[in-house]
């Protein structure tokens, strides 16, 4: 048994403490808190322990909101108030830029933030028969484990899936596939409904709820018949899928469709509830706000957009004024990003090239030609091999800004440390995103300029 004093967070959301030069990672633990703890396991580099008892709390701690909070994985801060929160995450983004990359941006932008609860859009909620716990279950694995939690409620999810949990249970328990039904996947979007004559805009919005059911056999007609019947009392459409994510298709209503609109750039995203699009619309919204003032494309810029998804930020940047090309390496992905910039009038403002932006980033960066300003969205591995490829800050043709968002601080300052250091920019801004309110989990942008 231990008394520590904790000095920050990790990436996982344990409290960060030292013993005799040693670090000890402690659950349950916030930061400038007097913590008593019982050590579980001993490593050479460190130690990690509970939490047993607080002796002086942070005056940021407060009571989880979740009954299941602590032993489903989904969430890992709700027992710390959302400035804590922010201001632990803006922490691990500057430790990690200092630390990794040597590198300290020259202002911190004020955090992005939205809904703190019932904000997640998108979710893979495993599904297991547990006949110990009453026989089927839907919802998150465990914390740290491979167990499914048994969920009756979620406070992240939108209210009206959270209310579904306990009815989804019994749906699929009377299915005839229920031992080969492993996972429901959860994509929360809008309609497009035309508008009348009389109406400004092109279309109006009505919020869709997808659950993409992963079936190894194929459903009997009496399962399909209480799908229909499910889908139909609950106001959810019903998507299926046999295979991989390309083989997902609508079944139930067959014209199920989904899209999220970016309303200050008038633009509309129709997306697969299995394509990648952000969790939290809200703060997306926000986010890709943020970016475009970062970026400050002008008319007749020339800008790249690398790891472009289905056009999430390069529609934004055409409707400015500027060519934005971008480049993804999903063949999926491009041809949806090719049709929302058909959709949306800006099919002669964009261009979409499918590229490994990691295998092939020189030739990448050569097909871009002139290069005013750059987009970064990179998944966790970062963008190393494509920052090495951008040209020196003095070279000719080198982008006037750089802006990179990020899902993972430790590769975002590794990234930040080869444009500084070698390519010669300046860290000018940097702050964070709390795309995951109640999680762990950074996401950041930051600014980089010539």
């Not at 969430?75 to 983004?93: F, T």
């Not at 309609?191 to 997808?210: D, E, F, I, K, N």
């Not at 139930?252 to 609109?261: C, E, F, I």
């Not at 529609?315 to 004024?321: C, E, S, V």
Request: aromatic share 6%.
């Amino acid at each position: 048994m231990l008394e520590l004093t904790v000095e920050s967070l990790d990436q996982d959301g344990r409290g960060v403490a030292r013993c005799g030069g040693k670090v000890v990672f402690v659950d349950g633990a916030l930061p400038r808190e007097v913590v008593e703890t019982e050590t579980l396991r001993h490593k050479s580099s460190f130690d990690v322990a509970r939490m047993v008892a607080v002796r002086s709390a942070n005056p940021g701690r407060c009571a989880p909101r979740c009954p299941h909070f602590g032993t489903c994985g989904g969430c890992s801060l709700q027992h710390a108030d959302l400035p804590l929160q922010v201001a632990a995450k803006q922490r691990v983004l500057e430790e990690a830029l200092a630390r990794i990359g040597g590198v300290h941006p020259a202002t911190i932008l004020p955090a992005i933030a939205g809904p703190a609860w019932g904000y997640r859009h998108r979710a893979r909620l495993s599904v297991r028969d547990v006949p110990k716990k009453g026989g089927i279950l839907v919802g998150f694995h465990e914390r740290r484990s491979r167990y499914v939690a048994d969920m009756r409620e979620c406070h992240v999810l939108p209210p009206r899936l959270s209310e579904l949990l306990l009815p989804l249970r019994a749906l699929v328990a009377s299915l005839s596939i229920r031992a080969r039904l492993p996972q429901i996947e959860i994509a929360v979007g809008e309609r497009l409904v035309p508008r009348s004559a009389a109406q400004t805009g092109t279309c109006a919005m009505q919020p869709v709820y997808a659950l993409v059911l992963r079936v190894l056999e194929a459903p009997s007609e009496t399962d399909l018949a209480k799908l229909v019947a499910f889908a139909d009392t609950h106001g959810v459409e019903f998507w299926l899928q046999p295979g991989g994510p390309e083989t997902v298709v609508p079944f139930h209503p067959p014209s199920a469709a989904l899209a999220y609109t970016l309303p200050e750039f008038d633009v509309a995203l129709p997306f697969s509830p299995t394509d990648f699009t952000q969790v939290n619309a809200a703060v997306n919204r926000v986010l890709v706000r943020r970016a475009l003032q970062l970026l400050a494309p002008q008319p007749h810029d020339h800008v790249a957009d690398f790891f472009c998804g289905l056009g999430n930020f390069t529609l934004p940047i055409a409707r400015r004024g500027a060519f934005a090309t971008g480049f993804e390496g999903s063949r999926t992905l491009v041809a949806r990003a090719l049709e929302n910039a058909r959709r949306n009038g800006l099919g002669t403002s964009t261009a979409f090239v499918c590229a490994n932006l990691f295998d092939s980033a020189q030739e990448a960066v050569a097909r871009a030609g002139r290069l005013d300003r750059v987009l970064l969205d990179p998944p966790r591995e970062g963008a190393i091999e494509l920052v090495k490829a951008l040209p020196a800050c003095d070279a000719a043709g080198a982008p006037q800004r750089v802006v990179y968002v990020s899902c993972n601080p430790a590769t975002l300052a590794r990234d930040a440390a080869v444009l500084v250091h070698q390519r010669g920019y300046a860290l000018e801004a940097a702050g964070i995103v709390n795309m995951f309110p109640h999680t762990a989990h950074v996401e950041s942008i930051a600014l980089f300029t010539r």
